[in-house]
């Protein structure tokens, strides 16, 4: 299984101990990589060395199989191990630090902290890097700039890179002259890799040398020849002139690799403008070869050779790291004295002792850090703790201590959960070895150590351990010292529950003090500053708001004194500043805040200037201007809003930047602001005078005289310690143009004039580059409201709505329209959350008294059957135009000024449950608004929301169920069960009625009016179930079928699917079948009354809300152009009732869709290309997109619908009196029988051609003979047998039949089964060919699978028996 990526924390460590490659080349490389301002080749190649995407499975230690997906290298010039003394360690950092922090840009920003607020978004980020950039920088700078020691070989070069050029004299000399060099001589006598250091052989042809161009493959195969396989070419300086340059942004580029790659691996080291550009002379070819050429080393030559020595090095050190040779071997040393082992302990240039690279020893160190550089983190633990045991026994100190780093790190490095005593004494023990234990400190490998512990535990967030581990490095090192303590602060400010704000402070209180003894002034400020800032912190969420409670009596008792001084110096503006700087907190002492509000108070009545004095900005009350609502009309029910409105179904909506957008309101009228005022101090203030302040932009300059607007004073606001309560503050505009609130203002306690600002940013851009940059904000319109004195003015009053109803029933509420404005009100338009539980009807005057009117228009002589032709369109059911629109309720066309009308609002229990219900009233002056809202266009419109509750209980419980007739297979059997879940309430059933596009329901008993037995059955009782029983039968013959509906659909989703023009056409009407069955006296009109119109949106409601199912990636606006309303073979059904005594409740309840189980699997045929062809999409999107639609289709089809029977086979027996033993002439007697048998085709799009096969019992018996099954043919399995013809092939019309004679000899009288038959059918296409060839998986030119019903070839059985009775008879007869 492929290993994911390492996270960035701990690929830091995995780059720190990469593996390493010398890089040795000739002098004519040296100039070929001069020209391109690099200093060798190893600077050429040090940017391909960064995560180089291996992607090869290799094999860990054990022998197991991993995936090594990437891996980082160093390339070096040089190899050496140099003494490093205390003295110059300490050197270094002070050096290191010091550069670190000389970009004084980032030291002013706190991003955590700000004035009074703790960012806990920015303290739970996962990297605090942004914090303190200079420590990032010293961080990659040291771990960088670390150089070979004798304990470990991470730093030993594992390989040796050796580069001749091309234009050689002789290349291969050239090569051997470098592998004699002094450093590779080094390499194998004083390195970990020794004389098995791998040499890597790299011929680079330099472009420039076009006379070397013929000859330099034949040169690389004598290289090749001469070296192995372990060699390579290279080509670069394809650019032979820099004017070939070629494309600016390539050239930028190729420069910014060496640039960008210097600056990551070594941030402190200035980067050197050379002579020449980087990479001039290079190509992204030349770039592209580098790279591959890189990873072919690393992939083929490096990591199988390390892999291959830490197969050699495991062999060589099982037994030791079994934990034998090596106790025996100390135990013979310690008693018996033997020399063999001590040969190999050497002592380092810094006097502590180490192994030779030959011992067992360092081979098991090699052998770990060889599996730790390829990621085997896990064997490399297990290698790591053999040899620290070993290391121990010796003394090694300094050996011991990076065995035991190494040991820490690997338990890091696998993401295994475990406890900080697991790892924690690794790294102790380690630095305190490097510390205090070698023969030279090793401060440099200690600051290491602490270093990578620190980003280990930042990514696995134990920040809790990182302060201690920081704090071991000795305090000696102001510089060091001050990095490390800043670093423990910013660590208590992640800990798990939350933010430590103390010891945050304490601790960087410290790094100042180190700061500033280290002579780095700026960041010794930056830490007072957020010392200072921490004081009066906040953090953003509420868990955490008591975590820096305790330090505001430190802050406040500071402000308290800073604000006497300043009055004792008569400096009041200061002082006032520190005063209110008092304000606002509840957790000083009620005395303490008592005097502090008075001293304040006592300091305006000094310092104040007289009456003119400029209100000041006080944090007391807090107001929450985010929380302020402005309401208009406030003296009427429901929500004012300017909304959107658009036809489709969507609700609503409030669109930024669209014309006639936000608030606003008439000339004259009332707007309440209201405010949430809250007390944050302990004690109690008074607000007095409290009013708004507000800015007016006249529309018009003609008026000027006349006032603008007018505004109230609240009354006196008494608030007590910590409490919140809500002002109300009037506005009434008088001339037209925008109304602006701009603040608050008041007066506290009666002396102090305050002004609370009440501004809010708006909405932020992310449109342009520099906004999504740069946080750029809209202008708030939350605040502010438009004045309009043609804006439309309705006064809109829910009335008598129900709190709750029982499920089905339907009781009226009504909705009053008042028109308060100057002009008429157009398209006045209600949006239903909910349209099956609404019923609206035509309006009517307030003179016009309906309170009395049904739901239903009960009415004699309702016929059993009608047709009526209906619109088979989807419409909005949501959206109801009441006045002024072309589908408006009322052929009104506007309602006048001061007018108004009364709206009846039939509310429906649909579903049982608690709904919140959502009612929108939209109203425009716009005459055009009816026009563009009929059309489907976004119209803005003033709207008033209406939020109500409904309960609905349950009534009556109704199933409906379908069964198979056998009168006829086209014929179904339709069961209602209506089951009384009421207690104690008894109902009458009115009506049934069934629509349809093809079949007509019939009840299957008549039933007789006025008969004490029908009264009872018609009666459901409290508790008690009711079945009513259906026949349902096409109504029209097969040449009268309407399917069009159907294939309107595959027509048009065929078009949809291939075609770039879109569907345009809607479907025609339908003319639909109304089965009706009046249960009682009357019945109910559901054709030609407005109940109709009611079931159309209820069905078109439940149809929509179908259609987004089945077809998510459709969206709405094309449904109505793809799908119709009803479908020819569906039924839906309607059962009225109403209640018998107490308050006369009616309803209905609706089942839609009833499946008849008749195969009508259509849709799939849109799946494929017309004949035309589908059309050629350009954009792999647009291709991606219709695949996706397709496979969506096919595959909800195809996993939802069930087996179907496209055909079925109905027998029929008459029995004649005529003997089979005349003409066999035998003494037996047969009794013979004729049978009519009928084919039926269920389809309405297939005709087809079936081959029928009758079989006898006994043919049966010898199929199933070599299956071991027994049949019995005792009873109805009685011997008989086909006579005459028994195979049959015939063809069937769509929704027609076939009918067929044969004949059957039976041995004895009694009831038989003679349901035993098989029937082959195949689809045909309307020319009469073969329709299997859609079930192929073939590849039409548009590159989709053929798609096609499931019933194309079918092989069907009986599914039920069919038994005839074959009566005795004399042979008289």
């Known amino acids: 299984m492929p290993r994911p990526s390492l996270p960035q924390k701990r ?98 920003r706190i991003p955590f902290l700000s004035d009074g607020v703790v960012d806990a978004d920015v303290v739970k980020s996962d990297d605090i890097a942004a914090w303190a950039p200079w420590y990032i920088q010293f961080r990659q700078q040291w771990v960088a700039s670390m150089q070979a020691t004798e304990h470990e070989s991470f730093m030993h070069p594992v390989a040796c890179l050796l580069v001749a050029s091309g234009s050689e004299e002789d290349p291969i000399g050239a090569l051997r002259r470098l592998q004699q060099q002094a450093v590779v001589q080094r390499v194998q006598s004083q390195s970990f890799s020794g004389v098995s250091v791998l040499f890597y052989y790299l011929l680079v042809h330099d472009g420039r040398d076009v006379g070397a161009m013929q000859t330099i493959d034949q040169t690389f195969e004598q290289v090749r020849r001469t070296f192995g396989q372990n060699s390579a070419l290279v080509k670069i300086n394809s650019l032979t002139d820099s004017a070939e340059s070629g494309d600016t942004s390539d050239r930028s580029k190729i420069a910014g690799i060496w640039s960008s790659s210097q600056a990551a691996m070594q941030p402190l080291v200035p980067v050197p403008q050379p002579a020449t550009e980087y990479g001039g002379m290079l190509s992204m070819r030349d770039v592209a070869a580098l790279r591959d050429a890189v990873k072919q080393m690393m992939v083929r030559s490096v990591v199988p050779h390390m892999q291959y020595m830490i197969r050699v090095l495991s062999d060589q050190t099982a037994n030791q790291r079994r934990g034998i040779t090596g106790r025996l071997f100390s135990a013979g040393r310690r008693y018996f004295g033997a020399a063999g082992k001590t040969s190999s302990i050497l002592t380092g240039v810094d006097g502590d002792v180490y192994f030779g690279y030959d011992s067992p020893e360092a081979q098991l160190r090699k052998l770990a850090d060889y599996s730790f550089m390829l990621k085997d983190f896990r064997f490399a633990q297990a290698v790591y703790q053999v040899a620290r045991r070993d290391f121990q026994t010796e003394r090694a100190w300094k050996c011991y201590a990076g065995a035991q780093e190494m040991v820490g790190i690997c338990k890091l490095m696998q993401e295994i959960q475990a406890t900080r005593a697991e790892f924690d004494s690794n790294f102790d023990d380690a630095v305190a070895m490097y510390l205090h234990k070698t023969q030279t400190p090793c401060l440099h490998l200690a600051v290491r150590c602490t270093i990578i512990y620190y980003e280990l535990l930042k990514h696995h967030r134990l920040y809790a351990f990182a302060p201690p581990a920081l704090l071991r490095l000795p305090a000696s090192l102001s510089a060091l010292h001050a990095m490390i303590s800043e670093q423990a602060a910013y660590a208590y400010l992640k800990t798990p529950l939350r933010p430590q704000l103390r010891k945050f402070s304490f601790y960087a209180m410290v790094a100042s003090r180190e700061y500033q003894k280290a002579g780095i002034g700026e960041l010794a400020h930056r830490c007072l500053r957020m010392v ?34 300043c009055m004792t110096a008569q400096n009041y503006d200061q002082a006032l500043e520190h005063f209110m700087a008092l304000m606002g907190s509840d957790q000083i002492p009620p005395k303490l805040q008592a005097k502090y509000l008075q001293e304040l108070l006592q300091l305006y009545l000094e310092g104040s200037t007289g009456a003119d004095a400029a209100p000041v900005q006080l944090s007391v009350p807090s107001i929450d201007a985010q929380k302020a609502r402005v309401i208009m009309s406030p003296e009427l029910e429901g929500t004012d809003e300017v909304l959107l409105w658009k036809r489709g179904g969507a609700a609503p909506s409030s669109q930024s930047g ?8 008439s000339v004259g009228e009332n707007v309440a602001v209201l405010l949430m005022v809250k007390n944050p101090l302990t004690v109690g203030i008074t607000l007095s005078q409290f009013t708004l302040d507000c800015e007016f932009e006249a529309a018009d300059t003609d008026s ?14 008494v608030l007590e310690g910590g409490q919140t309560s809500m002002v109300t503050v009037t506005l009434t505009p008088q001339r037209a143009g925008s109304l602006t609130i701009k603040g608050a203002s008041y007066l506290l306690c009666d002396i102090l004039p305050a002004y609370k600002p009440l501004v809010l940013p708006g909405k932020r851009l992310n449109d342009m580059l520099e906004q999504r940059v740069t946080a750029v904000y809209a202008p708030e319109t939350h605040l502010r409201f438009r004045v309009d004195p043609g804006w439309p003015r309705l006064e809109a009053m829910l009335e008598e709505f129900p709190d709750s109803l029982m499920s089905g029933s339907m009781q009226r509420a009504q909705l009053r329209l008042i028109n308060r404005g100057t002009l008429p009100c157009h398209a006045i338009t209600l949006w239903l959350s909910h349209p099956s539980f609404f019923d609206v009807t035509r309006p009517h005057n307030d003179s016009d008294d309906d309170s009395g009117q049904s739901a239903y228009s009960y009415t004699d002589g309702i016929s059993a059957t009608e047709e009526a032709e209906v619109a088979n369109v989807l419409q909005d059911s949501s959206m109801v135009v009441v006045l002024g629109g072309a589908s408006a309720l009322d052929s009104a066309e506007c309602l006048e000024s001061g007018d108004s009308v009364c709206v009846p609002v039939w509310v429906r229990g649909d579903r049982v449950g608690a709904h919140a219900l959502s009612m929108f009233v939209g109203a425009s002056t716009a005459q055009t608004a009816p026009s563009q809202l009929d059309a489907a266009k976004a119209v803005a419109m003033r709207s008033r929301r209406f939020d109500v509750d409904l309960v609905v209980t349950p009534s009556l419980r109704v199933n409906a169920f379908v069964r198979p007739s ?52 018609l009666k459901v009782g409290p508790r008690q179930t009711v079945n009513l029983m259906f026949r349902a039968r096409p109504l029209r013959a097969a040449g009268e079928l309407q399917t069009a509906p159907e294939q309107f659909t595959v027509d048009a989703l065929q078009q949809y699917i291939f075609s770039k023009n879109k569907p345009t056409v809607l479907p025609r009407p339908i003319t639909l079948i109304y089965s009706n069955a009046v249960l009682g006296a009357q019945g109910i009109d559901c054709v030609h009354s407005p109940l109709q119109a009611y079931i159309l949106r209820s069905q078109a409601h439940r149809r929509c809300s179908l259609l987004r199912t089945a077809f998510p990636l459709i969206p709405e606006e094309h449904q109505p152009r793809l799908f119709p309303l009803y479908e020819t073979f569906g039924i839906d059904f309607v059962l009225f009732w109403r209640e018998i005594g107490g308050s006369m409740r009616a309803g209905h309840h609706s089942i839609s869709g009833i499946d008849l189980g008749v195969p009508h699997d259509y849709i799939t045929a849109a799946l494929n290309p017309p004949a035309a062809g589908a059309a050629r999409a350009w954009l792999t999107d647009t291709v991606n997109e219709r695949d996706a639609l397709i496979r969506s289709i096919a595959n909800r089809f195809q996993s939802s619908r069930r087996h179907e029977r496209p055909l079925d086979v109905a027998m029929h027996c008459v029995q004649t009196a005529e003997s089979a033993a005349k003409l066999a002439k035998t003494p037996n007697t047969f009794y013979i029988a004729d049978v009519t048998i009928t084919v039926y085709n269920h389809s309405w799009r297939h005709k087809y051609a079936f081959k029928l096969d009758l079989l006898s019992p006994s043919q049966l018996k010898q199929r199933l003979s070599a299956t ?19 195979h049959y092939e015939l063809t069937v019309p769509p929704m027609d039949s076939v009918q067929l004679h044969a004949r059957l000899a039976c041995c004895a009288p009694g009831m038989i089964d003679i349901a035993l038959w098989e029937l082959y059918a195949k689809a045909l296409d309307p020319n009469g060919s073969s329709a299997d060839s859609e079930t192929k998986a073939t590849i039409v030119p548009s590159g989709h699978p053929k798609y096609g019903p499931q019933c194309v070839v079918c092989r069907l059985h009986p599914l039920h028996p069919t038994l005839v009775n074959i009566k005795p008879f004399s042979m008289n007869e």
């Open 704 to 717: 000027k005289s006349q006032p603008e607007f007018t505004v109230s004073t609240a009354d006196t606001v």
């Open 658 to 665: 669209t014309a006639g957008s936000g608030a606003c309101c």
């Open 1268 to 1286: 071991d099954v027994e049949l019995d043919f005792s009873g109805a399995r009685s011997g008989w047998k086909w006579l005459d013809t028994t």
């Open 966 to 1017: 056998m009168r006829s297979p086209h014929e179904r059997i339709v069961g209602i069960e209506v089951e009384n879940v009421q207690a104690d309430l008894s109902v009458e059933l009115v009506q049934t009625t069934f629509t349809s596009g093809y079949y007509e329901l019939v009840p299957l008993q008549a039933r007789r009016a006025n008969t004490a037995s029908e009264t009872h059955e």
């Open 11 to 108: 690929d830091f460590v995995a780059k720190a101990f990469c593996p390493r490659i010398l890089v040795l080349s000739t002098p004519t490389i040296a100039d070929a990589c001069a020209v391109n301002g690099c200093a060798g080749f190893a600077d050429l190649l040090a940017p391909f060395g960064q995560d180089i995407s291996t992607q090869i499975t290799i094999q860990d230690g054990q022998g197991a199989p991993y995936f090594l997906d990437k891996l980082t290298v160093r390339f070096t010039t040089d190899y050496k191990i140099e003494k490093h003394s205390q003295q110059q360690s300490r050197a270094d950092i002070d050096e290191l630090v010091h550069k670190s922090a000389a970009d004084e840009s980032e030291q002013q």
């Open 532 to 565: 200072r800032l921490s004081l009066g912190a906040r953090l953003s969420t509420s868990s955490d708001k008591n975590s820096s409670g305790s330090w505001l009596a430190i802050e406040s008792h500071v402000n308290h004194e800073l604000g006497l001084q």
